[in-house]
C-alpha cells in the first residue's frame, strides 16, 4: 500500500493558480487516475497474486483448451461508452482471457517456438508499465537501459564496439530491418528514389528451409519474394553450399545483382544449423551481405558444449534473434545488431525539426533509437531483458539452452525405441520431428495422406486432451509431428507422458472402429 | 501471496516417470522458476508498490532530470554471467533507472505527443506478462480479445464488418503496413516481382507538415522518398487541396502512376487537421488509395466538440492511430484498420506449413493476426487496450481529448496576454506553438536566429529545472516552443506555471548579464 496519506500530493513547483483567464476555462478538470490510491493497490495487488499463482501452478492446468462459444460472445460486445470499475473488469478478465491461454507457459507445451515466460518478467513488465516510456528517443534512463542490454549483445556475438543495435519485437522484424539495411548499402540511391531506378534486380539467397518473415522482407522492402533464391538443402537440412554459389554465378551471368546471403542458426522445421563459417566464407569472397537468421539458435554461443555449433555467427554482418524464444522474456522482444553501425544509421536516421536534439535537456542524448528502425513510438522492452540477465545471469541461460537438446536427445531415443513412431530429420538442436505409423499388420491403408491426416488428427486430439501440444510441419512431402523444446519448465518425464499420450491417441486413431461415422478423423 | 502452499505442484496428467533411457539422461533438471514462491511474491508486491506510489506522487517529482554520468557508468558493465537475486536487481533498478524516467507521466510534460500511462494499465501489462501470450496466431483468448477491441474501433471510425485491423507498436508501424497494402493493391504483382516489373513510377501525397514516418515507410517499402510528393499547406498547415490535384496531373502527365494520398488528423507540428473530406472526395475522383494517418487526431471522433474537425475520416481506405498517446495506454499501442480485408490480407498473408492452421487444437482459428501485417512473433498488448476501454469507457477519453484541447486554448489566451509572448501558428486541437521575444527596448540582436537560439536555450533550461518540459521545432522557418497537451493529469494551474516559467528564463536570458562567458547561451 501506498506509504504516504493518497489525498492531495504537494508539488513543490506549484504556486497559487493565476485567475482564470475567462469564464470559460472554469470548472473541475477530469483525469484518469484513480479517486481513490488504497482501494486502487488492494485489486492490483489481488491481481498480481492470481498472476503469480498462474505461473506457480502452470503445471496442474491443461496446456490448452479451447475457449468456449459462449466466452467468445462475451467478448464479442459493441464498444464500451461507461467506465465500469476496476474490479468489474478484472473478474471479466478472469473469467474469459486468463484460463485460455496461449498455453506456453506449461511444461508441455512443444508447439512452435515459444519462450514459456518467467516470473521476473512479470515484475518487470510492471515496472516499465509505470514508468511508460518512449524510448524513440530523447535522454532518459530507459534509453541507456537499452544501450547496456545492445552492448551485452554485442559482446557475446564478439560485435566491434562500432557495431549497432536496436531492440525489437522479434525476429520477423529484426529480419527487416538487417534486409533493409544490406539493400541500402548496396543501392544507396533507394532511400531517395526507390528501386526502379537501380541499375540491376537485386537478389538474396537462402536455404529451402528459411522462414517465412524473411520471404515477408523481401515483399515489403520492394525486392519480391522472387528475389530471394532458395536453395535445396542436404540431408540434415542445412543450405547446399556448392549449390548456392552456383546459383550466384548463373545470377550473375544473367545480369542480376546478388547482394546478401541469409544464413539460418536453427531452422524453424528442424533445427538445423547452416554451415555459418562457409557462408561467412563465400560472403566475403562473393562480396555480399552475411545476415544471420538466428531467432533462437543464435543463444547457443551462451553453451560450451553448443557453441561449435554456430561457429561463424561472429562473422555476420547483420544478425537477428529473439530474447522471448530461449531466455524466456515475456512476449515480445527481440534484437537485431549490425556489424557497420554507419550504414545501420544511414537506412533509418531521420530527424525532422520536431525530433531535432538538442546540446542538453529531455532532447540530448547522441543517438537515438528511431535513427535505427522504422518505429518512432517504442515501448521500454529493454527493461525485462535487463532483469533477466541480470537476474539470472547469462551462463544460466546456456545451461537451459542445453538442457532442452538434452532432453530433445533424450525425446529422439524414447521415439527410437518405439516401432509405431518413426524420426523424420536429425535432431540437431532442440528440435524433433517425427510421426506415429501404425504397427506392422495395421490397416494397410495408412500410408501417405492418410498417415499425414492421422498424424494431423493425432495432434489436435492432444491439443484438445490439454495433455501436451505440439506443433506440426511438413518435410520432404510427409507431415511430421514437431517437438520443440524452448521451456524451462520441461523435465525428463514430460516427454515420457508425451510419448504415452502420442501412442494411446496413435492407436485410438489407428483402429478401425474409431472412423465410425461421426467422429472428426474423417474431417 | 498464493492461497496454496507453494511446494510440489500437482500435475493432473503426470504418471510415474519412466525409467531414464541411458546414463546420460540423469540428474537434476532446471528452470527459471523461483525456488522460493513466498519470497519471490514479497518482492513483487513490494515493486507493485513502489509502481503506484511512483504514478500517485506524479506531480511531486520533477519533470525530468538528466541521468548523472555516474548512473550511466554504473548501467554501462560488462555482460551478467552470474545470477543475481531479484531484490538486488531491483535494487539498482530503483536506484539507477526509476528516477530517471522520460517524464511523460507528470502532468508538466508537455514535449512531443506522448500519453501519459495510467495506473490501469500497470494492472493490464502484469497480466499479460503473466499470460506470456504471442499473438501471432492460432487459437486462444488473447487472439479474440485482439479481435474485440479491432472491432470497437471499426464501430468507432464506422468501418464495414469486412474491414480488417491489427494492433502494432504504434502510428510509424500502422503507416508502413497501410502503405504496403495501398502498394501491393495497386502492383499486384509486386509481392512475387517487387517493384522494377512495375511499368510506372508509384507516387505518393501527402502535405508538407506529414509526419516523417511516413517518408520511413516509402523508403522501406522501396518506393524511395521522393516519390512522397510533399504539398504545400494553407495558412493553417492544412494541405493546399487545389496544390495537390494540380501535382496528381502533373504527375500523370509525365506518365508516373499516382496511388495514395495521406491525409493528416492532427499534424504534428500544430495540430492542424487536413480537409478529409476534400480529400476522400478527391481520391474517389483519382482511383487513389486514401490513408489518414490520425495518430492521436483521429480519436477526435470520441468528442461531440471536436468529432466535426476529422469529418471524412470515416471514408478512408486505411487509419492509423494510437492507444498510447490520447488513449494513455502503456507504451506501445496502435492500430491499423483497412476497409478492405482482402487486400490486407492479399498483402500479408503467407502460411507455410509449420504455420498451418487446423479444423480444431490449438492451430485453429480462423484468421492469425500475422497474416495482417510483418510479425510473427506478437505481445499480448490487446489487454492494455481492452482493459483502457472497459475502465474508463469510450465517453471519458473523448471528455479529455477535449479538455486538453480545451487548456491548449487556455494557453494560447496566456499568451495573447503577454507581449513578451508570441503564438507562431494557429491552435487548432492541443498543440500550442509560440515563441519568447524580449520586450520593446530589448536587446535588438535578438531576431532571426538569436532569437531561435534563445528559445532553444530556454526550452533546455526548463528542462534542467525539472518545471515543465515542452518540445521544440521550425514553423516557416522560425524556432517554436512546442506546447502538446496529451495528459490528462494536467491542470489548467499547470499552464499558468508554464507562461511563468518561460517569462522568468526569457527574462534571464535576453537580459545581457547572463550572456557572461561561463554561461551556455553562447553553446
Keep these: 500500500m501506498p506509504s504516504k496519506p493518497p489525498e492531495a500530493v504537494d508539488d513543490p513547483h506549484r504556486s497559487t493558480p493565476a485567475p482564470a483567464a475567462g469564464e470559460q476555462f472554469q470548472g473541475p478538470e477530469l483525469s484518469l487516475d484513480p479517486d481513490d490510491w488504497y482501494s486502487f493497490a488492494a485489486s492490483a495487488h489481488a491481481a498480481l497474486d492470481d498472476a503469480i499463482e498462474f505461473l506457480r501452478t502452470a503445471r496442474q492446468r491443461p496446456v490448452w483448451q479451447p475457449v468456449p462459444q459462449s466466452v467468445r460472445a462475451a467478448l464479442n460486445t459493441s464498444i464500451p461508452l461507461q467506465e465500469q470499475s476496476l474490479d468489474e473488469v478484472y473478474h471479466e478478465f478472469k473469467e474469459l482471457i486468463l484460463p485460455y491461454s496461449t498455453g506456453n507457459t506449461h511444461p508441455r507445451f512443444f508447439g512452435w517456438v515459444h519462450g514459456a515466460g518467467s516470473a521476473d518478467g512479470v515484475v518487470a513488465e510492471m515496472l516499465a508499465a509505470a514508468m511508460n516510456a518512449n524510448c524513440g528517443g530523447r535522454d532518459h534512463g530507459a ?3 537499452e544501450r547496456a542490454v545492445v552492448d551485452w549483445c554485442k559482446q557475446l556475438f564478439a560485435m566491434p564496439d562500432s557495431a549497432s543495435g536496436l531492440l525489437v519485437s522479434g525476429t520477423s522484424m529484426a529480419n527487416l530491418i538487417a534486409l533493409a539495411v544490406a539493400r541500402n548499402a548496396r543501392a544507396e540511391q533507394s532511400r531517395a528514389n526507390g528501386l526502379r531506378d537501380h541499375p540491376r534486380q537485386l537478389v538474396a539467397y537462402a536455404s529451402s528451409e528459411i522462414h517465412q518473415c524473411v520471404v515477408k522482407a523481401m515483399e515489403i522492402l520492394g525486392l519480391g519474394a522472387a528475389s530471394l533464391r532458395r536453395i535445396a538443402t542436404d540431408g540434415e537440412f542445412r543450405i547446399d553450399l556448392r549449390a548456392l554459389g552456383e546459383r550466384i554465378a548463373a545470377d550473375r551471368e544473367r545480369g542480376l545483382e546478388p547482394f546478401c546471403v541469409v544464413g539460418t542458426a536453427g531452422t524453424v522445421n528442424t533445427g538445423a544449423v547452416d554451415d555459418l563459417e562457409g557462408l561467412a566464407a563465400l560472403c566475403a569472397a562473393e562480396q555480399l551481405w552475411f545476415h544471420v537468421d538466428g531467432a533462437f539458435g543464435a543463444l547457443c554461443v551462451l553453451s560450451d558444449a553448443l557453441k561449435a555449433k554456430v561457429k561463424g555467427i561472429e562473422r555476420a554482418d547483420s544478425l537477428a534473434f529473439d530474447f522471448h524464444k530461449w531466455m524466456h522474456v515475456p512476449y515480445d ?28 535537456g529531455l532532447a540530448g542524448a547522441a543517438e537515438w533509437p528511431c535513427d535505427l528502425g522504422p518505429e518512432l513510438s517504442r515501448g521500454f522492452r529493454a527493461l525485462k531483458v535487463w ?32 516401432p509405431e513412431l518413426e524420426l523424420l530429420a536429425p535432431v540437431s538442436l532442440n528440435i524433433v520431428c517425427f510421426r506415429y505409423r501404425p504397427p506392422a499388420g495395421g490397416d494397410p491403408a495408412l500410408v501417405g495422406g492418410a498417415l499425414d491426416l492421422l498424424n494431423e488428427e493425432l495432434v489436435q486430439d492432444l491439443h484438445e486432451s490439454g495433455v501436451a501440444a505440439p506443433s506440426t510441419t511438413r518435410l520432404r512431402g510427409r507431415l511430421a509431428i514437431r517437438v520443440n523444446i524452448t521451456n524451462h519448465r520441461s523435465r525428463r518425464a514430460d516427454f515420457d507422458l508425451l510419448v504415452d499420450a502420442i501412442l494411446s491417441a496413435g492407436r485410438r486413431r489407428a483402429a478401425p472402429t474409431t472412423r465410425a461415422p461421426g467422429t472428426s478423423a474423417s474431417a
Excluded: T, W
Design 333 to 360: 522482444a527481440g534484437c537485431i545488431l549490425v556489424r557497420r553501425g554507419d550504414l545501420h544509421r544511414a537506412a533509418f536516421s531521420m530527424r525532422p525539426p520536431y525530433l531535432g536534439a538538442m546540446p542538453r
Design 387 to 418: 532483469f533477466a540477465i541480470k537476474r539470472h545471469g547469462m551462463r544460466r541461460f546456456g545451461e537451459l539452452i542445453a538442457q532442452n537438446c538434452s532432453q530433445a536427445r533424450y525425446l529422439a531415443e524414447l521415439i527410437s525405441h518405439e
Design 143 to 145: 534509453i541507456y537501459v
